[in-house]
């Protein structure tokens, strides 16, 4: 009698053996001796307190990944921590009247109880949260090495400062002009900033795109846009009248396209730019246009999306190619005054901002590039600009040039005059890296009246955050805490304050994968084991951090090397990059337009209906999980009425794991027959063996189980985790199939291919197929067991199957050798007893036999 398979005593079974063995813990460099190497992790989580199937996701890939390394004899390295600093620990102190540090760590107890009965292989004893002061006080050490060697200064600058959060945000974290955690409008403000000199590395971290063949591509070219190399030209526009002080040579601007110079119809500065700022002291139309300029983003993307707003600062600067041409100069809320000098010249006809600002205060737009087949006597430009390649017109010596040799004709003019020079200039800034918050890491600074503002010696780290903040008040509890602060100066020994800003969390995870590598050195770094382990051979997570997370990891390893904190030449984190989809659900909203979590909804008789009043429920798009819209699919529910390996099958099986995946009940329902199924296979194996395989039935099996063997292998190492899935359903069938099967050496085939299937199974569902090897005598842990390996020899075969259509339909198949004719496979086919009986007497017309393909028998 068959049994039925129990998820909730087997999956603890196999947990605790797997632990006791300690299978998952890596070995150290020395241990390993010549085992190769795979540090496998996906981006660590921040503790929110519960976990959905979208971490469920995005960690049983990286699992599968994991164990299917262990399994080729593979030191691995697959870690777990904690992203804890951040705003959503204020906010619920707040909101909750909790302590930050108390309600994170909290959180980390919810989420690891979670994360247990996953059955991840995880090395827990490497385990951290980067609130914890050991891993902060380390990063203190980090920033007093970058301060050291320069590439941490401060400076005054023009920031992005969020009123709900009351903090600096990067250019990166605003979305649409908005805080990407409060959903704020953003400020500009100037403030003084601690700031990572990133931009150092810009060519490099441009040219080691180029090396990361196994990142997608669509990752590489976001971060290319956001380094964005120009190369152009950098000249002056002296004015035609007396220059404001400071700049008697004119207003220095970079462009890309100086070939549209006879286009030019003004020239535009910042509205913080020096001249622009000091016109204003005597002029209130441009104080207050300053002053309203302000209010927009500091980030590209912001101003880009904002109306375009200008003054003309009455100021006439001379055309370098024509100096009786005389040209206005402007201030417009468009210009960044972190982009080269400050100040653009506008060529309205090539280029849309510039348009849409002439067209607003009638400036004229004269086009100089004329588009393939285009008439120059009668082409205009009305509304669109012309961005593209073409021929010059109405610039004097450059026209009939090409754009490109008309780029090159200018840039050697300016040079010629003494105007200008090809430069290049890159859209990446320098790195602000200073909030005003309290849960975030101290920066190791202290501010004293006479000898100004001083690093903290090493032997006082670490600067541990106050247990006691209060947040009764908007802004920062360090500012106002009463003791913290206070503090004497390394240098004098006079009274002074520690540094009150704390450090943006991207800097945590920054450098987290390296420390990973040895987390209780004693040193931020063990270059050794750094050395062994990095870089990270496959690194999972979203998209979303394509640029601010992983853009700031690459420049981290590159001066982290250049400080001589680790030994890492190529600079290059991650080797393999993997950005996995969403997992989605439908939405519920009652009666009273509130949202509804998946368990406050009933389905019955065909509507969805709420439980707690019976009313019915509107259902409303699939989308990403989210707290917000409370479809949260919780793990714990799914692994308590089917078992974590049902959750794991669902997640990796139902689409492409780039693509998003939406959960299902029915879905899950099917996860759970397929584990039943393989139980029940495992249940009728032969107890066994029954001679070698030769041919016949048994030889079928061995075939398919090796073809199955490469081809869920390939699936796993070129994350096609769905088709790896896909194969096994189908071995699985082909088990089943065998059960009827008959002839020497079937049992052992059948055996075979029982304990191979665990095998393939483990990193998908890894609890029933540990189940399944201890039922049919497997040796020690499926988990550790050796990967089979798939036999060449047995996945060529010399038959083909072909279908046999009767009048157009498929009514039957056989499997016949390679090289028969035409008339063998004829007579194979009517003389298969499926078609005999589907005749049943007809006259056959025509039998049609396409080689190696199909048969197709005309019987009308």
């Known amino acids: 009698m068959v049994s039925r398979y129990n998820a909730r005593e087997v999956e603890p079974k196999w947990q605790k053996a797997w632990a006791e063995a300690a299978v998952f813990e890596a070995k150290s460099p020395a241990e390993a001796g010549d085992m190769p190497k795979a540090y496998v ?178 990752v590489r070219s976001m971060q290319a846009n956001w380094i964005g190399k120009s190369l152009g030209a950098t000249f002056t526009w002296p004015f035609s009248s007396d220059a404001p002080a400071g700049y008697e040579d004119g207003i220095e601007v970079f462009t890309t396209r100086p070939d549209t110079l006879f286009g030019a119809s003004f020239v535009a500065i910042a509205p913080d730019h020096p001249i622009t700022k000091k016109l204003a002291e005597t002029n209130p139309a441009i104080a207050e246009f300053i002053k309203e300029a302000a209010k927009g983003g500091t980030t590209e993307e912001a101003i880009e999306k904002a109306p375009k707003l200008g003054i003309d600062l009455g100021l006439k600067v001379k055309h370098p190619f024509k100096p009786d041409w005389e040209i206005p100069v402007w201030s417009a809320n468009f210009v960044l005054s972190t982009y080269g000098s400050g100040a653009v010249f506008g060529s309205p006809a090539g280029d849309q901002r510039d348009l849409d600002f002439a067209r607003k205060y009638n400036l004229p737009v004269v086009p100089v590039v004329l588009p393939p087949d285009t008439d120059p006597d009668t082409y205009t430009i009305e509304n669109e600009a012309y961005t ?53 890491c101290p920066i190791p600074a202290v501010r004293c009246e006479d000898c100004g503002v001083v690093p903290v010696p090493e032997d006082q780290l670490p600067i541990t955050l106050p247990d006691d903040p209060d947040f009764s008040q908007p802004g920062n509890p360090l500012d106002r805490h009463p003791t913290w602060k206070h503090t004497n100066c390394p240098n004098c020994s006079k009274a002074a304050v520690r540094e009150t800003d704390t450090l943006d969390t991207f800097m945590d995870s920054s450098w987290y994968f390296a420390r990973f590598c040895n987390p209780h050195a004693v040193d931020p770094l063990d ?85 707690s009043t019976g009313l019915p429920v509107k259902v409303g798009e699939i989308t990403k999980m989210s707290k917000s819209k409370k479809n949260v699919v919780d793990p714990s529910i799914i692994i308590s009425d089917y078992g974590a390996d049902v959750a794991r099958w669902f997640v990796l099986s139902d689409s492409p794991p780039e693509r998003d995946v939406e959960w299902t009940q029915s879905g899950a329902e099917g ?157 194979l086919a009517l003389a298969d007893e499926k078609i005999i009986a589907f005749l049943n007497g007809k006259d056959v017309k025509k039998t049609i036999v396409v080689p190696g393909r199909i048969v197709n028998i005309v019987a009308p």
């Not at 929110?48 to 979208?54: A, F, N, T």
């Open 671 to 827: 996860a759970w027959r397929f584990i039943q199924k393989l139980w029940t296979l495992a249940e009728a194996a032969p107890d066994k063996d029954d001679g070698d395989i030769t041919d016949g039935p048994a030889m079928d099996l061995l075939r398919i189980t090796h073809k199955t063997i490469d081809g869920v292998s390939r699936g796993i190492t070129e994350f096609r985790f769905n088709t790896s899935v896909a194969q096994i359903h189908e071995f699985s069938n082909a088990i089943k199939k065998a059960e009827n099967a008959s002839g020497t050496g079937i049992a052992t085939a059948r055996r075979f291919a029982i304990k191979t299937l665990a095998q393939l199974v483990s990193p998908f569902a890894p609890h029933v197929s540990e189940e399944i090897w201890a039922h049919i005598g497997g040796e020690g842990l499926v988990t550790t067991a050796t990967w089979p390996q798939a036999d060449e020899a047995l996945m060529t075969t010399n038959t083909v199957t072909m279908p046999i259509q009767v009048n157009g339909k498929k009514r039957s198949e056989i499997e016949v050798d390679k090289s028969a004719s035409k008339e063998d496979v004829e007579k």
């Open 41 to 218: 992790l996906e981006m660590f989580p921040y503790p929110s307190g519960r976990l959905h199937m979208g971490h469920v996701r995005n960690y049983a890939m990286g699992d599968v990944v994991a164990r299917y390394h262990l399994s080729k004899g593979y030191n691995v390295l697959h870690p777990m921590g904690w992203d804890a600093f951040g705003m959503p620990a204020e906010n619920a102190a707040m909101e909750k009247g909790a302590q930050p540090g108390v309600w994170t760590h909290e959180n980390i107890d919810a989420m690891k109880a979670q994360f247990a009965p996953l059955g991840l292989s995880l090395d827990w004893k490497r385990e951290f949260a980067t609130c914890d002061a050991e891993y902060y006080g380390q990063q203190q050490k980090i920033f007093l090495k970058f301060w050291e060697n320069d590439l941490v200064f401060r400076k005054k600058s023009k920031v992005n400062w969020d009123p709900v959060d009351n903090t600096v945000l990067a250019n990166e974290q605003v979305i649409d002009g908005k805080g990407w955690r409060s959903g704020a409008v953003v400020e500009q403000r100037e403030l003084e900033q601690w700031t990572m000199r990133i931009t150092k590395y810009a060519d490099d971290l441009l040219n080691g795109l180029n090396t990361l063949d196994r990142w997608p591509e669509k």
């Open 388 to 440: 593209g390649s073409g021929t010059l017109f109405n610039s004097e010596f450059l026209n009939g040039l090409s754009t490109q040799e008309a780029i090159k004709a200018a840039i050697k003019k300016l040079e010629e005059l003494n105007l200008g020079t090809a430069s290049t200039t890159y859209r990446l800034r320098d790195w602000g890296i200073s909030r005003q918050r309290y849960w975030g």
């Open 527 to 611: 270059k050794e084991a750094v050395k062994y382990w990095l870089p990270v051979d496959q690194y999972i997570g979203g998209v979303e951090h394509a640029i601010l997370h992983l853009l700031y990891s690459r420049f981290f390893t590159r001066a982290l090397h250049d400080c001589d904190l680790i030994d890492l030449p190529a600079g290059e984190p991650f080797a393999g990059l993997f950005t996995q989809g969403m997992v989605t659900h439908e939405t519920y909203k009652s009666a009273s337009g509130k949202w509804l979590s998946p368990e406050e909804i009933d389905e019955k008789d065909g509507g969805v209906f709420e439980i």
